[in-house]
């Protein structure tokens, strides 16, 4: 039965009184307030909180509470988005007057276009319902579920008039995935200063294991008093080294002859994201990478299991 509300509201809705709605609250230079009461104030809350999550910033404001102050928060800026099954809910009623003194533009989601608040609204959105799921027809369940439909709607139109990107979306969200995924960077993962174990290329194979051991890491970058990076030695190629290298030549043996050379690299202001494909789509998965400065000097190591940790 909601379902089938829905898809009659989607086809009841007139274009232009849609799109006056849209206009009004895009136009706002201030916020949106969503005003209901009871389970109507529910859908309110939750619109308001789908709108401030998608680019236009809004709260919710229970009518009883304006009337005794909360009303000071709104201003000719803002834009009033009002949800009523019946459209002669009192406390919203009362509230109008004082809504429309403070030259805020009224958008209501209403059940009855014949109703108080439909015509005294600046734009009224038909959200009226034949028949509650409910088997006695009295609690609000098809009637909000069709303006929460209109709420959402309203919210993804102004999201595409607002021309959000997926990069504004992740700022908002900046706890989920997608938020990491588009705001978290190499910066905010890697270990730098002295988190950053380094050697020169001259370094015995004991200072390059020591190195590695302190850093805690599982590599060490080689780098020339300059700071610039000549190569990683990782635990893999300290392994590999031992293998083919005799024991008596051990003593000798140095980070140059270890490291690996011209390694893949990342910067600092690149996204952990875009570090994590470079790490893992490969034949051969690396777990360590140098983060280096477009200058190439070395500042820091990033490793696979600091961007898994992040949550990306």
């Known amino acids: 039965m909601e379902a089938e509300a829905v898809e009659r509201t989607a086809s009841r809705l007139d274009a232009a009184t849609v799109e006056r709605a849209v206009e009004l609250l895009a136009a706002c230079r201030g916020k949106v307030v969503a005003v209901g009461v009871g389970k109507s104030g529910h859908i309110a809350q939750k619109v308001a ?9 809004a709260v919710f404001l229970h009518p009883s509470d304006a009337l005794h102050g909360g009303v000071g928060l709104v201003n000719a800026d803002d834009a009033v988005l009002v949800f009523s099954n019946s459209g002669e809910t009192a406390e919203v009623l009362e509230l109008l007057p004082y809504l429309q003194h403070r030259r805020a533009p009224v958008v209501a989601v209403v059940g009855n276009l014949n109703s108080t608040l439909a015509r005294r609204a600046d734009v009224a959105l038909d959200a009226s319902v034949e028949q509650e799921a409910c088997p006695l027809n009295l609690a609000p369940t098809t009637s909000t579920t069709v303006a929460l439909a209109i709420g959402d709607a309203l919210a993804m139109t102004l999201m595409e008039v607002k021309r959000l990107t997926p990069e504004d979306f992740a700022l908002n969200h900046p706890g989920g995935r997608l938020g990491k995924r588009l705001t978290l960077k190499v910066s905010d993962l890697m270990h730098g200063g002295e988190e950053n174990p380094t050697v020169e290329a001259s370094a015995t194979l004991v200072e390059v294991v020591q190195a590695i051991s302190r850093g805690g890491l599982g590599a060490v970058n080689v780098c020339d008093e300059g700071g610039q990076l000549a190569g990683i030695v990782t635990d893999g190629d300290v392994r590999r080294t031992l293998q083919r290298v005799r024991l008596e030549d051990l003593a000798a ?9 011209a390694p893949v690299v990342v910067r600092p202001e690149m996204l952990a994201h875009a570090a994590l494909q470079l790490m893992e789509n490969r034949p051969s998965q690396i777990a360590v990478l140098p983060v280096v400065e477009e200058s190439g000097r070395c500042v820091g190591l990033l490793r696979l299991h600091d961007i898994v940790r992040s949550g990306l």
């Not at 909180?49 to 910033?57: D, E, F, K, V």
């Not at 043996?253 to 050379?261: H, N, Q």
């Open 49 to 57: 909180a789908t709108l401030t999550s998608t680019g236009t910033p």
């Open 253 to 261: 043996l140095t980070a140059d002859a270890m490291m690996t050379r």
